[in-house]
């Protein structure tokens, strides 16, 4: 197989960068968010989706303290725990707060950016399994 996905590995690089950079450059930093979102994701890739949520709502709300509302160190994340909860198949909590990311990016960084139009893609995605289970 030409790829072969070392998950433990990459998990343990992602915790030694989170602790590395939570002493290095503080709890808050965008760096420290950052490592904590990569490894709140490879826990999600591993079949932790619980402990990914946990870790990304940590995120949000120290990115959201630290940076503000309209910051990317904030949104980002804020999508990031959007998807997991529709793999989740936690269809409403990800549409609301894939809405709010999807706003926020709009109004920061404009309509015709990347990731405002990645985050479209995860709510349309949400909303079309919502209409596929007759959640609507």
């Known amino acids: 197989m030409l790829w072969e996905y070392r998950f433990a ?7 030694e960068g989170v602790a590395l950079s939570r002493r290095i450059m503080g ?12 490894l709140a994701s490879s826990e999600e890739r591993q079949g932790r989706p619980a402990e990914a ?6 995120v949000l709300e120290r990115a959201e303290r630290a940076h503000g509302p309209d910051d990317l160190a904030t949104i980002a994340p804020m999508t990031t725990l ?47 399994k919502e209409g596929a289970l007759g959640l609507t």
């Not at 949520?53 to 940590?58: H, I, K, P, Q, W």
């Open 27 to 38: 709890p808050d930093h965008r760096t420290t968010l950052g490592a904590m979102e990569k």
């Open 53 to 58: 949520e946990t870790l990304l709502r940590e």
């Open 9 to 15: 590995e990459a998990e343990r690089v992602f915790v």
């Open 82 to 128: 959007g998807v997991t909860l529709h793999q989740q198949r936690r269809y409403a909590e990800a549409e609301t707060i894939l809405l709010r990311a999807a706003a926020l990016y709009q109004r920061v960084v404009g309509a015709d950016h990347l990731n405002t139009m990645k985050t479209l893609e995860h709510l349309g995605n949400t909303y079309s």
